[in-house]
Structure formats: structure tokens, C-alpha cells
């Protein structure tokens, strides 16, 4: 538990949780304006001005439960809970659900997608010597998992409506009538969808997938989308020929009716840097003299100001041979010349 050496200026209204509020000690004393507060189990707070009040906040709840003891040279400090969904957003207002959060929220989706066990993880995490960190990692997730499930109770959240579907298939309780099988937006899918499309194909051998998608547009990872599946179409979804098994075909569909060849061709020595995504041609839909790609740097706070300024721009040469804008936020690549 760290210790603010700073008074918390009274806010007003019904977030005033102090007036003129004493520096107060539960632990090592941090002299000097503090980087991080470490808050137990709560997490932690970058010691900002819009964030002093909600740290306050968050020890008046811990002191409500009987699991924080604070002490203070004035007497007179009033401390005011508010309810968990409100603490919440307001961590989420000053930038505390960090990228930690977001991982363990992916690694959730993809661990109840795949129907694992945390054992599982664990056994593999070992014979890859993935070492402390990992075990660490593992732990702090089983116990997130197990307050995640208790907290369903009797629900249902979206991997398990899937995984139970695949069950009833697999276990025959459904019998699918579909001898093609159509799937869009391939590249978006996950190890839990798959076994289903995998799980229906088997009802019938004469069964097909026919499936659409582009792995370069693969972008949510995060909800549990896993790219593996499509660059291995064949041995996850082929069928057997002549004592061959994996059969499929591919039939790309390289032209693009968006682009012109300066975004087009950028774009694909971009996405090719990455030695994950399947390598294709692209023909663009025209050629162009002009630059069409612009670079826009900026930071969060003039985001907006960079693209405004950005669009005018190309407004203004509309008619005259002006490109597309790229407008990466926060930050921009320049692309190297060819």
C-alpha cells in the first residue's frame, strides 16, 4: 500500500471525498510525488490529478469490507464509496484498464474457445520452459477464470453457446441435414467455431466447405479469431482422394476495385513484413503519378486536428489526381522506398 504525501484537493459535488484531507500512512512511506500507487490486490493508479479522487475512492471500499485500515492526523475525513460499475468507469476514464486487462480478456476468449483446462495450459507452458512468468500469468487467470464462471452461474456466454452446439452435433443429438457448408468473413474464424463447421462436415462424407475470407484482413484477434486455421484450410477442412487427404482448392481473388497501385502495392509490402500472412498478388484498380498515401503525425490530444487537416487537403485537390489518406493514430510508419 503506497502513501500519498499530496492533500486531495476537494472536488465538489457528489465526488468530494475529503476536505483538506491529510496525508494518511498504511505502509512504506514514498516521499516526493509517486509514479505508481500499488493498491493490494485492487490493482494500481497512476498518481495523476484526475485519478487522486478515484484512488480514494477505491480505498474506501476496501475500507468498508474490513480489508484496509487507514489511519489519519485529522479526523474529520469523510470517505464515500461509490458502486463497482461506477469505480469501473472511472478507472477506464484515466487510462487504467491497460493492456494486461485486454490480454487476459483475449487469452479468456481463446482459452473457453479451445476447451482447455488450465492444467493444460500449465503442462504445455512447462514442456515449452516458458519459465515464471508464464506460471505467474497462469495463476493470475485460473483465479479471474473461476470468478468469470461463478459470476455466469447459470449463463451462457457466447463460447459456451458454441462449444454446446458442437457437442450436440458430435454427439449425434443433431443431425445435420447440409451437404455444403458456406462460411464468410473466414479469416475471423476460432478454434470453437471451426470444430463446429469440422464437427457438421463429418455427418456426411460427401459433405464440403466452401469458404471465403482474406487472412490480411484478420483483425480480431482479440475476440478469438485465430489466423493458423486458415493457412491450414486444407488439413482442417480437406477432404480424401486417391488415399490423399488435405484436398482442397484455392482460388484467389487478387484485383482490388478500391485502390490504385501507390496505396495497393504499399499496402502489400506492409502486410508481407509479416511472415504469418499468406502471400498473394494484388492488382490494383488503376495507376496514379500523385502520391495517394499521406503520412499524418500526431498525438491522442491532436488526432483530430492531423485528419481534419489531412482531408481538407485532399479536398482541395479533388479532381486534380488526389489520393486516398492513410491516417495512422497515434502513430505513423513511413514505408520504405522500393
Not at 495463476?139 to 457437442?167: P, S
Request: proline letters at 5%; one cysteine or more; aromatic letters at 10%.
Amino acid at each position: 500500500m503506497a502513501v500519498v504525501k499530496h492533500p486531495v484537493e476537494d472536488r465538489g459535488g457528489d465526488d468530494r471525498i475529503a476536505e483538506d484531507a491529510a496525508p494518511f500512512s498504511d505502509g512504506p512511506e514514498l516521499f516526493g510525488k509517486p509514479k505508481l500507487l500499488i493498491v493490494d490486490e485492487l490493482g494500481y493508479l497512476p498518481f495523476e490529478p484526475d485519478a487522486a479522487h478515484l484512488f480514494f475512492q477505491l480505498v474506501s471500499r476496501r475500507y468498508e469490507r474490513g480489508a484496509l485500515f487507514v489511519t489519519s492526523n485529522k479526523p474529520h475525513v469523510t470517505l464515500r464509496p461509490i458502486p463497482d460499475i461506477e469505480v469501473y468507469d472511472r478507472v477506464a476514464e484515466v487510462g487504467v484498464v491497460d493492456s494486461f486487462t485486454s490480454l487476459m480478456g483475449t487469452f479468456l476468449r481463446h482459452f473457453k474457445n479451445g476447451g482447455y483446462r488450465v492444467e493444460d495450459c500449465s503442462d504445455k507452458a512447462q514442456t515449452l520452459e516458458m519459465g515464471k512468468r508464464a506460471e505467474a500469468f497462469l495463476k493470475i487467470f485460473g483465479a479471474v477464470f473461476r470468478e468469470y464462471q461463478a459470476r455466469l452461474g447459470d449463463r451462457i456466454d457466447f463460447e459456451d453457446m458454441v462449444n454446446r452446439a458442437t457437442a450436440l452435433v458430435e454427439s449425434g443429438r443433431y443431425q445435420s441435414p447440409f451437404r455444403h457448408i458456406l462460411v464468410d468473413e473466414f479469416q475471423d474464424i476460432s478454434t470453437g467455431r471451426a470444430k463446429l463447421i469440422q464437427a457438421l462436415k463429418r455427418q456426411h462424407s460427401d459433405a464440403k466447405v466452401f469458404a471465403v475470407g482474406d487472412d490480411w484482413q484478420s483483425i480480431y484477434r482479440f475476440a478469438g479469431s485465430d489466423i493458423h486455421i486458415m493457412r491450414n484450410f486444407g488439413a482442417e477442412f480437406g477432404g480424401a482422394y486417391a488415399g490423399a487427404t488435405g484436398v482442397h482448392r484455392t482460388v484467389d481473388l487478387g484485383r482490388t476495385f478500391r485502390s490504385v497501385d501507390k496505396i495497393a502495392l504499399a499496402a502489400r509490402r506492409f502486410v508481407l513484413r509479416n511472415p504469418a500472412q499468406i502471400t498473394k498478388m494484388v492488382i490494383p484498380a488503376g495507376e496514379t503519378d500523385e502520391p495517394s498515401i499521406r503520412i499524418a503525425w500526431t498525438r491522442r490530444d491532436t488526432g483530430e486536428k492531423a485528419l481534419n487537416d489531412a482531408v481538407a487537403a485532399l479536398s482541395a485537390t479533388e479532381g486534380k489526381g488526389g489520393g486516398e489518406t492513410f491516417h495512422p493514430d497515434p502513430w505513423a510508419i513511413s514505408l520504405p522506398e522500393a
